[in-house]
């Protein structure tokens, strides 16, 4: 591999590395708080390009800097308030069933998503209008930087930077923390639970829409199934990192991402086995992922 | 100061509590003792809003909390020091204690709260950075007891302080009761060390399966004849 070819995929893999940290580190926070794989994370990563596509093409005439600045600010809006309903409406019921019931219903939410982006938008793909500036930045050995990569790094990079600050420094943060280490007992410090949960759905879903974005900007299509792979690469990520852990999801995104861009330069064909392969050897060897705590279940 | 009357609370099919009444009077140090799964937890859980009853009344300071949520409770005046302490393993000792003084938003009392707390519990000021998760089981009572503190209540309900702790530590911790009672806070203790509780309390309550047996002033109780037989040994 030439320097220049190895520094191309580099910045590849780290672009696809923060599209899936920023969905991973839904998973993991859901995860953290309510002990619910969100099956339907992946699929707000869908209904988020679909709102930029819908605010682009039907609502907006022409495709001004204003225009996409609002059409990304309604994704996340949309997102964040779907996110919300979909907890209250479909997984707050559930709280204290057994967990199987939450996953099952998770499934099902996922799907009714898939089903209505059909029946709204039509299942076949749609190109992805421009949103994000990809000029060629610069030339190493004739080979063209790109600007979309870069800004998608950059973005999310600061994007984790502010939660980690959120989550470590800031009150609703410290009670995002305590709900998620013992629920009853955050309730005794005068938390309010259900506040605090939509709040986590809240960010998932903001990182989700904003990853929603550069991930259907870099494909250059939506169609309403386009959620699931991300979403399970991105869920494969947080269990690589340790599901619940925050600085795990970003590892685990980066690794994958990573991974899967290298295999893919050498051996396309391989890359789905490595990167399940990867995740079996992490689970054998650390269960609770590279970042993860041992499991201490509550009673 | 608290009231509760004919409290009727189910886990599922188990009925854990049967017309359980008790009162708590401003001031006092009342305590409940019974066995290993008499529903002494149950009780307090059901004051303190995490489980629900399903029938009968609670009124703190003449307001009634039946159905009031548990965040909501707690700013009525009334904290809790769950029993296994429950302190918050992944944050440090300062954390934790700011975590109690969630609900107020009095910058300058939550400082003063804090000294009091370090005042009182030294050895969490010399510890005040270090996971809570680390600490030893007498540290880990006193930053919940702390904890709990830092809500400025006017009831603190204390579930088993006592337990895990070697015989110095709960010489200590019942010590530490008594002060916090002297400095003006009502005090609702939960105690399998029922020799130890009732040598604090001003009264008591017995708890047999869900029901309140025998209650009396703590000396009563002390030479109550059936109560040595079961619980002073
Ligand atoms: N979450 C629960 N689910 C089902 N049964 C419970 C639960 N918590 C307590 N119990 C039952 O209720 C009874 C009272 O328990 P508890 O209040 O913990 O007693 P104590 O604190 O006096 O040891 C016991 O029989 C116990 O098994
Ligand atoms: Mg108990």
Redesign the pocket.
Known sequence: MKPATFLITLINGLQLGSVYALIALGYTMVYGIVKLINFAHGDILMVGSYVVLFMLTTVFAAQTLLAKVIAVAAAIVFCVMLGIVIDRVAYKPLRSAPRISALITAIGVSLALQIIAQLIFGSEQIKFPQVILNETLFKIDKKPVKSLPIITCCVSVVLMIALNLFVNKTKPGRAMRAVSEDMGAARLMGINVNNTISLTFAIGCTLAAVGSVFYAQKVGYVKPLMGSLPGIKAFIAAVFGGIGSIPGAVLGGFVIGMLETFVNYFASQYVDAVVYGLLIVVLLVRPAGMLGKAVREK? | MLKVEGLN?F??A?H??HDVSFEVKQGEIVTLI????????????TVSGL?RAKSGKISFQDQNITTTEAHVILKHGLAHVP?GRRVFSQMSVQENLLMGAYARKDKDGIAEDLEKVYMRFPRLRERYRQMAGTLSGGEQQMLATGRALMSRPSLLMM??PSMGLSPILVGEVFEIIRSINASGTTVLL?E?NAAMALSIANRAYV?E??RIVKEGSADALMHDDDVRRAYLG
């Open positions: 009673v | 609370v886990y599922g188990i854990a509590l019974g066995a290993n799964g008499a529903g002494k937890t149950t009780i307090l859980h489980v029993e579930d088993e939960v399998q708890l399966t869900g």
